[in-house]
C-alpha cells in the first residue's frame, strides 16, 4: 500500500523566513496531493492541493510543487508570520472505482511541527 | 451551508463499555473516514465507506465498528471501550465526482477512557 514520509517533523524559522516541508510517496498511482495545517485543538484544513497532472501551484505566500518522477511533492511558505505555527501534514491519494462512484483512498504524512519565531 | 458535525465533543467512559461516536455531513459526499490522532502518530484511519451499505477497515481498525445506513451519517462504535482508545477522533468526507477532491473535516472528538 501507499506510504508517506514527510521531513522535517518540526522546524524553526525566523518570521519573515521562507520554510519547506517535503513528502515522499510511494504509490505511483497517488494522484491528488493535499496539505493540510492543524492549530492546537483544532481540526485539519485544507491549505492547498496539487493534482497530478499539474507541476507546481501557488496561493499567495504558499506554493506546492510535485515531482512526479521522483515521487515527491513540497509545501513551501514564504514570508513566514507567527499565525503560520501550527502542524502541517501532507497526503497523497488515490481514487479506486467502486461500485457506480469513485472512492478516495488518503494517506497521511506523519506531520511537522512548523514554530515561526518572532 | 453545507457541514460536517461530530458528537459528542467531549466523552469521558469508562473501560468495558460501548461508546458510539456520531459523524454526520450534509454535502451528500459518498466517502466517509473515520480517523484517530494521537500525539506522535498523526492520523490514523480507522474505517471508511464509500457509499451506503459499504464499509472497510482502516489500518487501526481493531475494536472499532461502522456502519452506513444512509449517505449523511458515520457513527463509529467501540464495543468495549479500553484505556488504550483514549484519543481525538476525526470523521471527515470527500467525494471525488465532478472534479473535486478535497477532504473536509468534522471538528473532532476527545474520547477519554478510564
Known amino acids: 500500500g501507499e506510504n508517506v514520509e514527510q521531513h522535517p517533523s518540526t522546524l524553526s524559522v525566523q518570521e519573515g523566513d521562507s520554510a519547506v516541508i517535503k513528502c515522499t510517496y510511494s504509490d505511483s498511482a497517488s494522484n491528488y496531493f493535499p496539505w493540510y495545517k492543524q492549530e492546537l485543538g483544532k481540526r485539519p484544513q485544507l491549505i492547498i492541493d496539487?493534482?497530478?497532472?499539474?507541476g507546481e501551484k501557488k496561493d499567495q505566500r504558499i506554493a506546492v510543487t510535485l515531482n512526479k518522477t521522483a515521487k515527491h511533492f513540497s509545501l513551501h511558505i514564504t514570508e513566514t508570520q507567527p499565525e503560520d505555527s501550527a502542524v502541517y501534514f501532507c497526503?497523497?491519494?488515490?481514487?479506486?472505482?467502486?461500485?457506480?462512484?469513485?472512492?478516495?483512498?488518503?494517506?497521511f504524512g506523519p506531520g511537522t511541527r512548523l514554530s515561526v519565531l518572532p | 451551508d453545507a457541514e460536517i458535525t461530530q458528537s459528542p465533543r467531549h466523552k469521558i467512559t469508562e473501560t468495558g463499555r460501548q461508546v458510539t461516536l456520531a459523524c454526520h455531513q450534509t454535502w451528500n459526499h459518498n466517502n466517509m473516514f473515520w480517523y484517530r490522532q494521537d500525539l506522535g502518530h498523526g492520523l490514523r484511519l480507522i474505517h471508511y465507506?464509500?457509499?451506503?451499505?459499504?464499509?472497510n477497515k482502516g489500518e487501526v481498525s481493531d475494536g472499532y465498528s461502522v456502519s452506513r445506513s444512509n449517505t449523511e451519517d458515520l457513527p463509529l462504535t467501540l464495543e468495549s471501550a479500553a484505556s488504550s482508545q483514549t484519543s481525538v477522533y476525526f470523521c471527515a468526507s470527500s467525494e471525488k465526482d465532478g472534479g473535486t477532491d478535497t477532504q473536509y473535516f468534522g471538528p473532532g472528538t476527545r474520547l477519554t477512557v478510564l
Open positions: 496539487i493534482r497530478s497532472n499539474v
Open positions: 465507506s464509500y457509499g451506503v451499505q459499504d464499509t
Open positions: 497526503a497523497a491519494s488515490t481514487t479506486p472505482y467502486v461500485g457506480r462512484n469513485y472512492g478516495q483512498n488518503f494517506v
